[in-house]
């Protein structure tokens, strides 16, 4: 079972969006609309930020939103801020386990 | 709130066994599960499985199975990942997590066990 496909890195600017990507394959992310992002921070525990491809847990800023497409789900961050700055994991079901994606580093300008 | 409260730092020498627990206080949830990941320093999130606690259902991903054992204690809340005989290579911090059953989202996480692995 392999890892979901993540871009190592993704920038922006403050006030920019930006948009991660995660490709799977049918058995996980494009079987299942179980798919969720976390933000983990230097040093933190992982927060969950986006839960079932595009829910948002109480808490979380609307600035967060999340997409699925085929085998690939996304996650994008508009008006970008200084606090986003961090790790960024998606996660699918994948039928009897679960996968993380290799991870995206996500670094305001 | 629901917080999971993971055992503390832990230094190992090869070969030794080792049993980390992570206890779930403040919860009303009577039907959960509890997962476990990896995360060796400056890499990724990795998978470990999943047990739930009250009927031990246990599921690892392949990559673990045979590596680790995941037990839970539903009379203590508590969950437990172990090794047999640890490795170098098993160093790493260890978060537990809880999902709901029949949800596929983990909203809340333990803080983290640090397990170092060295002679």
């Known amino acids: 079972q392999s890892a979901l496909t993540q871009p190592a890195s993704v920038s922006g600017s403050p006030g920019q969006s930006i948009t991660i990507s995660c490709s799977g394959t049918?058995?996980?992310?494009?079987?299942?609309?179980?798919v969720s992002w976390y933000q983990q921070h230097p040093g933190k525990a992982p927060k969950l930020m986006i839960y079932?491809?595009?829910n948002r847990p109480s808490g979380v800023s609307d600035r967060f939103s999340g997409s699925k497409s085929g085998n690939t789900a996304s996650l994008t961050i508009s008006g970008l801020q200084v606090e986003d700055e961090a790790d960024y994991y998606c996660n699918s079901f994948s039928g009897s386990t679960y996968v993380f994606g290799t991870g995206t580093k996500v670094t305001v300008l | 709130e629901v917080q999971l409260v993971q055992s503390g730092t832990e230094v190992k020498k090869p070969g030794e066994s080792l049993k980390i627990s992570c206890k779930v206080s403040g919860s009303s949830f009577t039907d959960y599960w509890i997962g476990w990941v990896r995360q060796i320093a400056g890499k990724g999130l990795e998978w470990m499985g999943i047990?739930?606690?009250?009927?031990?259902?246990?599921k690892y991903s392949p990559s673990f199975q045979g590596q680790v054992s995941i037990s839970a204690d539903k009379s203590i809340s508590t969950a437990y990942l172990q090794w047999s005989s640890l490795r170098a290579s098993d160093t790493a911090i260890f978060y537990c997590?809880?999902?709901?059953?029949?949800?596929?989202?983990?909203?809340?996480w333990g803080q983290g066990t640090l397990v170092t692995v060295s002679s």
């Open positions: 079932d491809v595009s």
């Open positions: 997590l809880l999902g709901v059953h029949g949800t596929y989202y983990f909203d809340h």
């Open positions: 049918t058995s996980d992310v494009g079987g299942y609309n179980s």
């Open positions: 047990t739930h606690v009250g009927h031990s259902d246990t």
